[in-house]
């Protein structure tokens, strides 16, 4: 097998011609063997394989940089780097991240997860070896997709203006996640149409090198004669508009061309775009038939690629379907997303209303901007993005709904624990982040029946509002989260217990806690609920359906017959809502509390269970804080 023998890139361009072909099927039959176990991203992955081993031969990592956008096709690029014994062991606690990450290897120059960041990074890595007297190459590797991203094009003017050699290869693959979309899309599908500027180029270069010594005369007349080419065949061009050399669009699966070319560009002296032309999924028919299916994927059956199904309904769905109802029912409620509508659930309503749905592209920023300015026309905008983008949009949240009072509804999926895609897709910030801003409404439902009534209400509401739900299945429902929402306040659960540990407890009252938690940790609190109600000690649940604002006068009514209060948050503890709520309660003379966050670290993928071990916010350690806080005489489990 030739890729056991890939120890470095060194390895790679000691391969003949012959062993190219056996090299690429060997790091596809191993990435899908591996997705199919461990779960993870496949058909961007597969897309890349020829593109992966000709930047390898080519270039000299790691005195040449490779930067990798968003990170999520770099599978290829781990087997070629020294990482193929712990490949089996991708995106597993203690195992080789799903992403770029430093720590891991040195050809990994960047810690990345967001995408159209590269441009930006390799163009201040470029600057940075400029300045320092190093005249290595730095390439940064970009998909079609993540080139709807503004920061992308902010990147490619600088670089334009600054004009150093950086190298930009297009992946384009006519997706991001989903199909990419807007004018980027379509634009980018008519430079495909060009390709005849670059095979006449491509042969008047051949021709000139061949020339045995050209003199300046001749140079410059070459030049202004493929300019005067370029501007008849390759009009409206935005990368040479940018002052970037343009070559492609070249076939991404043609190892041998694309060597070629990149040996070529290796020798320009200004910044440069090479476009290539690939297909998502590449060597696994599923994967090639449904790219959108097998971006990013559960593990999956052995036999035929089958991609897992999942039986319980999960907050996404139970979104999506209540975002098609609202959809009947009002016809101001639109849909935006941010390339994400399968992962958000909104493709049903794309489905149902195509004229009321806006997919922006990769574009959090104007997502959130263009949403305020479709509230300001008179429709209830329901924008969804997962919570580890919508940190991106942080300023437009707070200039352009808040302050402007817009009635936006601001979904956050994948808040808190995100299983998996490790420490840049954690969803543990937004509340932290949010929650100072003033004039907003932030709501954390604990079950299906919980979202549903939170959505309705939110689309009724006439302020901004954020909702936010786990990477999670719907826990069993309670009577309470199908109440009516009620501002300030959350939904209150009694210990179906009590009765028994009343009974247990020897003519003592038992101690009484109340567990107050986020939606997301509902599961665990109501698992650590029942633990400790096998101890004798009676805990309820106070589900904080509001994380602001808070109705603080019923809040402190509720606690104050506790003997004890604990806390329980799926987010970052600085900032969070316990932070807040604790010292009032303290204030009020209210029992003991304690609070349970994340403390300020990155946390690696995991499951939801090892991350929250890591944490230390299982259910066990729940239940154990709790025992600590009512029976403080009593040393706590370890």
Not at 139 to 146: L, M, Y
Not at 389 to 406: G, P
Request: neutral net charge; proline residues 5%.
């Amino acid at each position: 097998m030739i890729l056991s023998r890939i120890h470095s890139p060194d390895d790679v361009k000691q391969l003949s011609r012959t062993e190219i072909p056996v090299l690429a099927r060997e790091i596809r039959r191993t990435i899908i063997e591996t997705v199919q176990k461990n779960g993870g991203h496949m058909a961007s992955n597969l897309g890349v394989v020829e593109l992966t081993i000709a930047l390898h031969r080519v270039f000299s990592s790691p005195q040449d940089a490779i930067v990798w956008d968003t990170g999520h096709q770099c599978y290829a690029h781990k087997l070629l780097t020294g990482r193929y014994d712990a490949f089996g062991t991708i995106r597993s606690a203690g195992g080789l991240s799903g992403f770029p990450k430093r720590a891991e290897s040195v050809h990994d120059f960047f810690d990345t997860g967001h995408a159209s960041t590269s441009i930006s990074s390799a163009l201040g890595l470029l600057m940075a070896w400029d300045l320092a007297g190093k005249n290595d190459k730095v390439v940064a590797v970009i998909g079609d997709g993540a080139l709807t991203g503004g920061m992308a094009f902010e990147a490619l003017s600088h670089a334009g203006q600054l004009a150093r050699n950086l190298i930009v290869v297009l992946n384009d693959n006519q997706m991001s996640i989903d199909h990419s979309t807007g004018a980027v899309s379509r634009y980018l599908s008519r430079i495909t149409m060009s390709a005849q500027y670059q095979s006449f180029r491509y042969r008047i270069d051949r021709a000139v090198d061949r020339i045995p010594q050209v003199n300046k005369f001749l140079e410059k007349f070459i030049v202004r004669f493929k300019r005067a080419l370029k501007g008849l065949l390759l009009t409206n061009n935005l990368f040479v508009d940018l002052d970037f050399e343009y070559v492609g669009p070249l076939n991404g699966h043609d190892e041998k061309v694309l060597e070629e070319v990149l040996r070529r560009v290796c020798r320009l002296h200004k910044p440069v775009v090479v476009h290539v032309v690939t297909k998502k999924g590449r060597g696994y028919r599923q994967a090639e038939d449904a790219p959108d299916v097998f971006h990013g994927v559960r593990p999956l059956a052995a036999s035929g690629g089958v991609v897992a199904q999942v039986r319980a309904h999960s907050f996404t769905d139970v979104f999506s379907d209540a975002m098609v109802h609202l959809g009947t029912a009002r016809r101001d409620v639109v849909a935006v997303t941010a390339a994400m509508a399968q992962g958000t659930g909104l493709a049903s309503f794309a489905r149902h209303f195509p004229d009321r749905f806006f997919d922006v592209g990769i574009a959090e920023q104007h997502a959130v901007t263009f949403a305020g300015g479709m509230a300001r026309g008179g429709f209830v905008p329901v924008v969804c993005i997962y919570s580890t983008f919508l940190q991106r949009a942080i300023d437009q949240i707070i200039e352009d709904i808040a302050l402007a009072q817009a009635h936006v509804v601001l979904v956050c999926d994948r808040a808190g624990v995100v299983p998996g895609d490790g420490e840049t897709h954690q969803g543990l910030f937004d509340i932290a982040l949010l929650r100072p801003i003033p004039d907003i409404c932030i709501l954390s439902p604990a079950s299906a029946a919980d979202l549903t009534q939170c959505l309705s209400w939110a689309v009724a509401a006439a302020c901004p509002v954020v909702i936010r739900y786990p990477k999670l299945s719907c826990p069993p429902e309670a009577p309470a989260f199908s109440a009516p929402v009620a501002v300030g306040r959350g939904t209150f659960i009694a210990a179906e217990t009590f009765q028994a540990a009343v009974d247990s407890g020897a003519g003592r009252p038992p101690e009484r806690v109340l567990l107050v938690c986020t939606g997301g940790m509902y599961a665990e609190v109501s698992a650590a609920a029942r633990m400790l109600g096998a101890d004798g000690i009676t805990a309820d649940i106070y589900a904080l359906r509001f994380i602001k604002p808070i109705d603080e006068a019923y809040f402190t009514l509720r606690a104050a017959s506790y003997d004890g209060v604990l806390f329980v948050e799926d987010g970052i503890v600085t900032g969070g809502i316990g932070e807040h709520l604790a010292p009032m309660l303290s204030r009020s003379g209210a029992p003991r509390s304690a609070v349970m966050a994340f403390p300020e670290r990155f946390y690696a993928h995991g499951t939801r269970q090892d991350i929250l071990e890591a944490a230390e916010l299982s259910a066990a350690h729940i239940a154990a804080a709790a025992r600590a806080l009512v029976r403080p005489l009593q040393e706590a489990p370890q």
